[in-house]
């Protein structure tokens, strides 16, 4: 803990430091690869959708001694079109899962079951969902996701810069994108609650570059005064001071959302409670990703396309010295306790 | 933006800060005595029972779906729940304008009796049968002469009829009065071709359930009619009692399906009618209601029915609150091993937070009818998360500030000035994330972006009130402002190897 915390220290003072935001072009690479392979799996594959997309009912029963079998002679029995799954959960738990049903056919599915197994309706547990149903949550879904891109852009465009705006929703897609291209890859079921998780991590990864940005800011804001950093290594050096902020708020996010994680796959099975923490999970870890290696770096991009900057870069490069902060000053300066090259610390304090 | 020039100001009257806080919290706990709130009011799935989200269509051109005609079909469908007489029973409708969902819901067992009572349109509709057959395919070929207003279209249609089928036997409530049409009856076992509609379902004054002590006809919903709905059930009745079967009966459609159509012997000119047909008493008193209130004005689609057992709804309130303390544990012990004593001011933050939360879910219960559903606990729990970054963004500030070489006691004010603005722009736009889905969603997703949205505004007050001041009166304290190793601020873990570093502390090491 002490060498991290060390660590910070260094970071902060530009001892040590990651060239994030020089090396962009390896980082867009490497999104680039990511959403591509995110883009051709949605295609190619699509979405695994769960029973609230498609339409369809799930009963599950719970009587102790059910075996598999009896669940599917069950369900054979059902008077309805296609096929039923069936499957055991923990001991005592059957669920058999069905495709789009009618009122009248869902009541007969019960019948069957009540009879069969001689349980009460109220014991089983029933999800019935229309077959129109998906679209409309999607829809709304979507209308959230688009009103929500629109607010955060003219907030932080009123809060910070408008560039910094269009970085941080840069980042958020890239992370949504993502997020859902790992769900089509490995094919986990999407279920409203997968959505739920979707659209916070929107809210999740803005956050972490939130913080980021607010730094990249303050350390920019006099930037083209004094002609000792490029805006990206002025933006670069933000990142480096917060970065154990970063791996910080990440852990401690994880932290709960890996324990809902634990909880609901290990102890519930399936449902809200595993689907919401696991696409929290993967979008969140996305999120501390881009909000270090896509954001800023992006922003820089943005920015150094400005006449001003580029002037900027030129006086820097002029005067050689400020590009060798990041390189020269190796681990060994802890021995050694060379001179820091920030000299007005000492008169404030 | 913030300036270090107003470093002195914001330094002052922690203990106040703090004052504050407890008001708060008294005021909460007062409020909830009052309100006599004792527990967290929870959601269906977490304590079992039925919801039914519905979605509403246009039946018919006639028909549009307008905001008002939701409302509506809102106050229709509470007061068939309500007559059910399970308490706590809701009916709401979620979103906004006209795409609004209705949601019910109703605790305990009465799952399926609600789900049959709340899709029904309820339409009625008196109509004299034109031919009659057997429900099957293919039936009623020969035997349908035609008749005035029968087209070959309709006849044809009337053959293919298979009401053995259960997808035509479910009321759909979409037969346009003023047409002649072809429906089966609610048993599937005929099939008819109807005049168009004489008397409605809104010219019924009264319905009421009754039963036939002596007769055969079992449970029997009683009927009276408007004097509207009465003269024009006396000229129907009257014109059909003479003519040659089947034409001398009077079909009684509900929702498009012909729940009896019995001959009629003689002209009814008292405004009563019968309706039977094998009821149970259950049904014929959940039809007496549904006709009572009258019809819907807008066709309902069963957009999710979902209905959790009280087993289940305990083990995932087990499961949720599980989730909750093992997040908890996991983030002070986070804490504490990387902030040492600064980790446990997290700890009593997490703690006020948690408190206020609690509280607060109380209050809302009962003054707002909040109810914790099982995305609502996901919700607070991934707020642990966003309420121990605050403290982080706040924490490393300091930090950074002692790096510059600060006391403890300025770096604290500097860090807060400018984590201050950090912390709120990024919770703004977790609230804001948090309010849009709460309108743009439907069911738990709003409960999850209700919580997040109610504990990021809590996480607001405890970084302004509590956790500032404690980190400002911390910092007065010897062992903080000296940088012991295990306050947090030792220069070492601050990263600090200036004269002061040599000074306080022997271990020299990077």
């Known amino acids: 803990m002490a060498k991290i915390s060390g660590l910070g220290g260094r970071l902060y003072s530009g001892e040590t430091s990651f060239n994030i935001v020089e090396n962009r072009k390896r980082w867009y690479s490497i999104s680039a690869l990511f959403l591509l392979a995110s883009i051709a799996a949605l295609t190619i594959q699509g979405l695994h959708l769960g029973l609230e997309f498609k339409g369809g009912a799930s009963y599950t029963v719970t009587k102790p001694g059910l075996t598999l079998e009896q669940g599917r002679e069950a369900a054979s029995n059902f008077d309805i079109p296609g096929e039923a799954i069936v499957q055991k959960i923990g001991d005592d738990k059957i669920r058999i899962q069905t495709g789009a049903l009618t009122p009248a056919q869902a009541t007969a599915a019960e019948n069957v079951l009540t009879s069969t197994f001689d349980v009460p309706a109220e014991s089983i547990d029933t999800q019935i969902v229309g077959p129109s149903w998906g679209k409309e949550i999607t829809k709304k879904a979507i209308y959230g996701l688009i009103a929500f891109l629109l607010a955060v852009m003219l907030f932080l465009a009123m809060a910070f810069e408008p560039k910094m705006a269009l970085a941080a929703i840069v980042a958020v897609v890239h992370d949504v994108l993502i997020t859902v291209g790992i769900y089509a890859v490995v094919g986990f079921d999407v279920t409203p609650a997968t959505v739920i998780g979707f659209l916070t991590i929107l809210g999740y990864s803005l956050y972490d570059t939130v913080v980021v940005f607010d730094k990249v800011r303050e350390n920019t804001k006099s930037v083209t005064a004094n002609s000792k950093q490029t805006y990206s290594q002025a933006a670069n050096l933000a990142v480096n001071q917060t970065l154990v902020r970063s791996a910080n708020t990440s852990i401690i996010a994880l932290l709960p959302v890996g324990s809902i994680l634990f909880v609901g796959a290990g102890l519930l099975g399936a449902g809200t409670l595993k689907d919401l923490s696991l696409a929290l999970f993967i979008g969140l870890a996305v999120g501390t990703y881009s909000s270090v290696f896509i954001a800023p770096p992006f922003l820089a991009s943005l920015r150094e396309k400005e006449p001003a900057m580029q002037a900027l870069a030129k006086r820097v490069a002029a005067r050689g010295g400020a590009v060798a902060i990041t390189e020269d000053k190796a681990p060994q300066t802890s021995v050694t306790r060379g001179p820091r090259n920030q000299p007005k610390r000492k008169g404030r304090k | ?510």
């Open chain 2, 1 to 510: 933006m913030s300036t270090p020039t107003k470093t002195v100001k914001t330094s002052g009257r922690p203990a106040r800060a703090l004052a504050l806080l407890a008001v708060i919290l008294l005021g909460l706990v007062g409020t909830a005595l009052i309100q006599g709130a004792s527990s967290v009011k929870l959601g269906l799935d977490l304590r079992g029972g039925t919801s039914v989200t519905l979605q509403p269509r246009a039946s018919n051109d006639s028909n549009k779906i307008t905001s008002a005609a939701i409302d509506q079909a809102v106050t229709i469908i509470r007061q068939r729940v309500n007559s059910l007489g399970v308490a706590e029973s809701e009916v709401t409708a979620q979103g906004s304008g006209t795409n609004r969902q209705i949601v019910i819901s109703v605790p305990g067992d009465s799952g399926r009796r609600v789900v049959d009572l709340v899709g029904q349109t309820a339409e009625l509709r008196f109509r004299q049968v034109l031919a009659e057959s057997s429900g099957l395919a293919g039936s009623g070929l020969d035997t349908a002469t035609p008749t005035v207003g029968v087209t070959p279209v309709l006849n044809a249609r009337f053959a293919a009829l298979d009401c053995s089928q259960l997808a035509n036997q479910q009321g759909t409530g979409a037969d346009s009065p003023s047409e002649t049409i072809v429906a089966c009856s609610r048993t599937g076992s005929s099939k008819y071709i109807l005049a168009p509609a004489e008397v409605l379902g809104q010219q019924v004054s009264k319905a009421s359930a009754g039963i036939d002590q002596q007769g055969s006809a079992g449970w029997f919903v009683s009927l009276s009619f408007n004097g509207e709905g009465t003269s024009a059930f006396g000229a129907l009745t009257g014109r059909v009692t003479s003519l040659a079967s089947p034409l001398n009966q009077v079909a009684i459609v509900l929702d498009g399906l012909v729940v009896s159509a019995p001959s009629i012997n003689e002209a009814i000119p008292s405004g009563n009618a019968q309706i039977t047909g094998s009821f149970t008493q259950t049904e014929a008193e959940d039809l007496a209601n549904v006709l009572k209130y009258g019809a819907l004005p807008l066709a309902f689609d069963r957009g999710e029915v979902q209905q959790v057992s009280p087993t289940l709804g305990s083990d995932q309130l087990d499961a949720g609150l599980l989730a909750g303390a093992l997040g908890l544990i996991l983030v002070v012990i986070f804490s504490v091993l990387y902030y040492r004593a600064l980790g446990l001011v997290t700890v009593g933050s997490l703690a006020v937070a948690s408190a206020l939360v609690y509280l607060l879910f109380l209050v809302l219960g009962e003054a707002i009818g909040f109810t914790l559903t099982l995305a609502g606990i996901a919700g607070a729990i991934v707020a642990i998360g966003i309420t121990a970054d605050s403290f982080i963004v706040f924490f490393e500030r300091v930090r950074d500030e002692a790096r510059e070489g600060r006391s403890l006691r300025s770096a604290v004010e500097n860090g807060w000035l400018r984590a201050r603005h950090t912390i709120i722009v990024a919770d703004m736009v977790s609230i804001l994330a948090a309010v849009l889905l709460y309108f743009f969603a439907v069911g738990g997703v709003r409960g999850f972006a209700f919580t997040l949205g109610l504990t990021t505004l809590v996480d607001l007050i405890v970084v302004f009130i509590f956790t500032k001041p404690l980190v400002t009166l911390i910092a007065r304290i010897n062992f903080f402002a000296s940088g012991h190793p295990l306050s947090g601020f030792s220069p070492k873990s601050v990263g600090l190897k200036g004269a002061r570093a040599n000074t306080s502390t022997t271990t020299v090491e990077a």
